[in-house]
């Protein structure tokens, strides 16, 4: 843990290949959309946003000159609508924009949308980005392996994706994961050893303390925490496996502690064995979209030939499976990856009734 991992600092930003547009079609992702990215760039000025405690958020509110504040306005309750509704404009006239913020820190720049029901002032949050090919991977690869649904939308050089709820990873630590009892600690121990093999299993990389969020849902006599990815920029990209361990990076570093403290080794193989059986099982539901989606990938450049000899070989070294020597490209080693997961799934279930 002492020897922080490093991460490329821009990551290219990939654009939407024909094979990735179809099969985006094909599962209705793909939208016309009245608004793009590049549109909401032309602000005139801004101003810092500050958190409760008046600390820098890193985002910025943004404001237009009055003549297009208007259009943008009615263009983004569209998209609401499409994104969370059934895209009609009946709900329009219910809707307020009060808020548009953007973010210049990380790969991404993102805006955030905030809309507000004018008639019970409830809000959500929606956001607006480039439309990064290896991004669209990770969200739907999030929707297939992972137990949570996500919704986002596409059209050409823009994508539109809806708010993950929850605390920051980093506030959590900070200020919260102190005041959880022993059990409630144990809880989270055991979601971070799922979480930090999901990640694995998918190579979704740099999940950092601020790339999840803590979702904690009230039972009837205790609190449930659950961890959840809110960033996939760094999905099937770069070259160091450890990359795609949350275990090994030192902003984890509390969370690696947890699990040292409430998990002995062996249920921390219980646990990995638990979340790669779950995966095993989702990817046979979601068998033929999954297969879409993985050529799509096959044929796809969403990494640098440097990278994938590296994870290759890594890998390789993991598992001792031939496979990873031949594959060409990042989508063949996760094919491969999956496949190695899937397949011993399969072997000891069949064993089972031997």
């Not at 986002?152 to 709820?165: G, Y």
């Not at 102190?178 to 930090?196: H, L, R, T």
């Not at 796809?300 to 031939?322: N, R, V």
Request: hydrophobic letters at 35%; a neutral charge.
């Amino acid at each position: 843990m002492s020897n922080d991992l490093k991460i490329s600092k821009r990551k290219p930003s990939y654009p939407i290949s024909p094979e990735l547009d179809q099969y985006l079609h094909d599962y209705r992702r793909n939208i016309d959309l009245p608004i793009f990215y590049s549109d909401l760039l032309r602000f005139q000025g801004s101003i810092v946003v500050y958190d409760k405690n008046d600390e820098d958020t890193l985002w910025v509110r943004v404001y237009y000159n009055e003549f297009e504040r208007a259009e943008i306005d009615r263009s983004l309750k569209q998209v609401y609508s499409h994104l969370l509704s059934d895209g009609g404009e009946s709900i329009l006239k219910f809707l307020n924009v009060d808020a548009i913020d953007f973010c210049t820190f990380g790969n991404s720049k993102p805006f955030r949308i905030k809309v507000r029901n004018i008639l019970n002032d409830n809000y959500t949050y929606f956001y607006v980005k480039t439309a990064d090919a290896s991004r669209v991977y990770g969200l739907e690869l999030e929707q297939m392996l992972s137990p949570y649904q996500i919704n986002f939308m596409v059209c050409k050089d823009t994508l539109i994706e809806e708010h993950i709820a929850g605390i920051p990873g980093d506030e959590f630590i900070k200020n919260n994961l102190g005041d959880c009892n022993s059990s409630e600690k144990a809880q989270i121990a055991k979601e971070f050893v799922k979480f930090n093999e999901r990640c694995l299993i998918r190579l979704l990389g740099d999940m950092r303390s601020y790339n999840y969020v803590i979702v904690p849902t009230h039972d009837f006599d205790h609190v449930v925490f659950k961890i959840r990815a809110i960033d996939f920029d760094q999905q099937s990209y770069e070259g160091n496996l450890k990359i795609y361990r949350p275990q090994f990076f030192k902003e984890n570093y509390k969370m690696v502690e947890l699990v040292r403290e409430k998990i002995q080794n062996e249920s921390v193989d219980q646990y990995k064995i638990e979340e790669r059986s779950i995966v095993a099982r989702r990817m046979i539901s979601y068998k033929n979209r999954l297969k879409r989606l993985l050529d799509c990938m096959a044929v796809d450049e969403i990494s640098i030939p440097k990278y994938i000899e590296m994870l290759k070989e890594d890998i390789y070294g993991y598992t001792l499976d031939l496979n990873f020597r031949k594959s060409k490209n990042m989508g063949e080693i996760l094919t491969n990856a999956l496949d190695f997961v899937k397949r011993n799934y399969e072997d000891v279930s069949l064993k089972r009734f031997n």
